[in-house]
C-alpha cells in the first residue's frame, strides 16, 4: 500500500465554521506533513511531524491547528478561516524526514 | 540564497516529440533532488529521485533525469511524450538531512496533437 488518504476531497465552510481535514497513510512512515497550495504555485509547507511530534511550524496562523493521533494519522483542524485560506490542502508522509514524500490527493477547500 | 529555478514557465511539445524539462538548483554541497508531476487538481507523483550514484536515474512513466554537478542542474527527459503527460511538473531540493523540500516554481507541459 504505497497511497496517501485524505478526506474530504472537497470542503466548502464560512468563515465561522470548524472543521478538520484528515490524513492516513499505512506505510510505516515516521515524517507526515500538510501543505498548502494555490492555483498555479508549488506547495508551501506547513508543518512537519516527525514521531508524532510536532518538529516545524512554517508561521501558519493559529486558525490552522495540527494533530498527529497516532503515526498513521494526521489531522488539521479548521476554525474561523478567511476567503485568502481557499486552496488545495495536501497531505504528505515520508519514511524520514528529507526522504522522497508521497503525496495525497489534496483536500479542495473554499471559504465562503 | 538558496534556491530552486525551473526557467520554463510552460513547454508545448508535439505528441511524440522528446522533451527536456530544465532545473537548476543552488546550493553548495549535493542536495536530495527530486521530480513530481501533478494533473489539474490532483496531488503530486513522484516520478523520479536522486540521492547518490549513477547520475542517470531512470523514473516511472518512461521519465529520467540527469544530475549535472558542473551545472547545478537536475534536468528531467522524455524520448516520446503522449497526450497523458500533460501536466504541471515540479522539481525540488532537499539540501540537507536536515532540512525540507524546497519547490521550484513548476513549468506547465502542453501536448499539441
Known amino acids: 500500500d504505497t497511497e496517501v488518504t485524505q478526506t474530504p476531497k472537497h470542503l466548502v465552510m464560512g468563515m465561522t465554521n470548524k472543521k478538520s481535514l484528515k490524513c492516513e497513510q499505512h506505510m510505516g512512515h515516521r515524517a507526515m506533513y500538510w501543505y498548502k497550495q494555490k492555483a498555479k504555485k508549488p506547495p508551501e509547507l506547513m508543518f512537519v511531524?516527525?514521531?508524532?511530534?510536532?518538529?516545524i511550524n512554517e508561521s501558519v496562523p493559529s486558525r490552522f491547528s495540527p494533530e498527529c493521533p497516532n503515526s498513521s494519522l494526521l489531522n488539521l483542524h479548521l476554525h474561523a478561516l478567511q476567503p485568502e485560506d481557499s486552496a488545495l490542502y495536501l497531505c504528505?508522509?515520508?519514511?524520514?524526514?528529507?526522504?522522497?514524500?508521497?503525496f495525497g490527493q489534496g483536500t479542495r477547500l473554499t471559504v465562503v | 540564497a538558496q534556491s530552486v529555478t525551473q526557467p520554463d514557465i510552460h513547454i508545448t511539445v508535439s505528441e511524440g516529440a522528446s522533451l527536456e524539462l530544465r532545473c537548476n538548483y543552488s546550493y553548495g554541497a549535493t542536495p536530495y533532488l527530486f521530480w513530481y508531476v501533478q494533473s489539474p487538481g490532483q496531488g503530486l507523483q513522484l516520478l523520479l529521485k536522486?540521492?547518490?550514484?549513477d547520475t542517470l536515474v531512470q523514473g516511472i512513466k518512461g521519465f529520467e533525469a540527469e544530475f549535472k554537478r558542473s551545472q547545478s542542474s537536475f534536468n528531467l527527459r522524455k524520448p516520446s511524450v503522449h497526450w497523458s503527460d500533460a501536466a504541471e511538473y515540479f522539481c525540488a531540493v532537499v539540501p540537507d538531512s536536515n532540512y525540507q523540500l524546497i519547490w521550484g516554481a513548476g513549468t506547465k507541459l502542453i501536448i499539441k496533437p
Open positions: 536522486y540521492f547518490s550514484g
Open positions: 504528505a508522509s515520508s519514511q524520514e524526514v528529507s526522504f522522497e514524500a508521497f
Open positions: 511531524y516527525s514521531y508524532e511530534k510536532l518538529s
